[in-house]
């Protein structure tokens, strides 16, 4: 069994910034396919970033590329999501999720939250106007 607990979530101004951080209870990041989802109220659950297990490849929502930026620390067990250029619509619940690589890959990950083995508690991102 695996535990994923975010932190780093808070209230921020449009165009501030946030950094949350994902860490693992067991060595996973070099062998999971790791995520981060954001759910708004009345929402569905939305694939921000993926990085898969391997090579690092990254993969980025249609809303979040060019301003967020999803990296891991295998050593320290920790997966981070760097957000910048923070807007109203990005306020939401967001999740660190986790599979195995050879389950899904980053690309898939993204718009198949299904397939996630573990999830976080989630922490929450505010962004006022």
């Known amino acids: 069994q695996v535990q994923l607990v975010e932190s780093g979530g808070g209230s921020v101004q449009a165009g501030g910034s946030l950094r949350l951080s994902c860490a693992a209870s067991?060595?996973?990041?070099?062998?999971?396919?790791m995520a981060w989802f954001r759910q708004a109220p009345g929402k569905g659950r939305e694939g921000v970033a993926t990085i898969d297990a391997d090579d690092g490849r990254t993969f980025y929502g249609d809303s979040v590329k060019g301003r967020f930026t999803i990296s891991k620390d295998n050593a320290k067990n920790t997966l981070y999501l760097q957000m910048n250029s923070l807007k109203p619509e990005d306020t939401a619940m967001y999740y660190c999720?986790?599979?195995?690589?050879?389950?899904?890959?980053?690309?898939?990950?993204?718009?198949?939250?299904?397939?996630?083995?573990?999830w976080g508690q989630g922490t929450q991102v505010t962004v006022s106007s």
């Open positions: 999720a986790a599979s195995r690589s050879y389950v899904v890959r980053g690309w898939l990950f993204l718009v198949s939250p299904g397939r996630a083995e573990y």
């Open positions: 067991k060595s996973i990041y070099s062998s999971y396919t």
